[in-house]
């Protein structure tokens, strides 16, 4: 399994982005993708996934109504929207996978992993 993150940069605060992680490898419907972050200083904390099974998705209380995840419809792609950004989002951005959709955005239950992409927001 291989994911690629990408979209990262540098924003002022209340600015959009969005994140893109390319999903190979895996070759079952029942799996959960997820989105990933570690602020300077902070440990990694979940923000939000979605499973391939259901496309149901989960997000961490400080990103929700902000963050939008979503995959295409080959599944190949997961996307996460981040609207009014703000400087305390700033991290470095992961995206991972649980091949066995545990539902719970949990770094240990993540076997796989992407490289990070940078989030930078202004004030």
């Known amino acids: 399994v291989q994911l690629q993150a990408s979209g990262g940069g540098l924003v002022q605060a209340g600015a959009s982005l969005r994140l893109a992680c390319a999903v190979s490898?895996?070759?079952?419907?029942?799996?959960?993708i997820g989105w990933f972050r570690q602020g300077p200083g902070k440990e990694r904390e979940g923000v939000s996934s979605?499973?391939?099974?259901?496309?149901?998705?989960n997000y961490a209380e400080s990103v929700k109504g902000r963050f939008t995840i979503y995959q295409d419809n080959a599944k190949a792609t997961v996307y996460l929207q981040m609207n009014n950004l703000k400087p305390e989002d700033t991290a470095v951005y992961y995206c991972?996978?649980?091949?066995?959709?545990?539902?719970?955005?949990?770094?240990?239950?993540?076997?796989?992993w992407g490289q990070g992409t940078h989030v930078t927001v202004s004030s």
């Open positions: 991972a996978a649980d091949p066995f959709d545990q539902g719970s955005i949990t770094v240990g239950k993540f076997d796989y």
């Open positions: 490898g895996i070759t079952k419907d029942y799996y959960l």
């Open positions: 979605i499973s391939g099974g259901d496309n149901s998705t």
